[in-house]
Nanobody
Framework: QVQLVESGGGLVQAGGSLRLSCARSGRTFSRDAMGWFRQAPGKEREFVAAISWSGVSTSYADSVKGRFTISRNNARYTVYLQMNSLKPEDTAVYYC?????????????????WGQGTQVTVSS
């Protein structure tokens, strides 16, 4: 059984930074691609960033390129999302996800496991 637990969300002013963490237990971690998605009230869940099992390949939504960085530490079974220059439109619940593939996915249906989410609120 795979479990994903997000942490690091909170309230921050526009222009500020947060770092989200996702701790994973269960299935062998290092062979799975990992992703971050977000969902704002009344909107569909959308892709934010993803990282391959090796950490060499990453992908970002256009809306966060240059501001967010995804990384992973396979020895600690953890994936991170560093978020800088935050904007009010980044406000959402952020979800960590895991995919039973070494390759990156960018749509929710490609992912097999999900965390409960962590709230990020950016005030103007």
């Amino acid at each position: 059984q795979v479990q994903l637990v997000e942490s690091g969300g909170g309230l921050v002013q526009a222009g500020g930074s947060l770092r989200l963490s996702c701790a994973r237990s269960g299935r062998t971690f290092s062979r799975d691609a990992m992703g971050w998605f977000r969902q704002a009230p009344g909107k569909e869940r959308e892709f934010v960033a993803a990282i391959s099992w090796s950490g060499v390949s990453t992908s970002y939504a256009d809306s966060v390129k240059g501001r967010f960085t995804i990384s992973r530490n396979n020895a600690r079974y953890t994936v991170y999302l560093q978020m800088n220059s935050l904007k009010p439109e980044d406000t959402a619940v952020y979800y960590c996800s895991s995919r039973r593939s070494i390759q990156i996915g960018t749509i929710p249906s490609e992912y097999d496991y999900w965390g409960q989410g962590t709230q990020v609120t950016v005030s103007s």
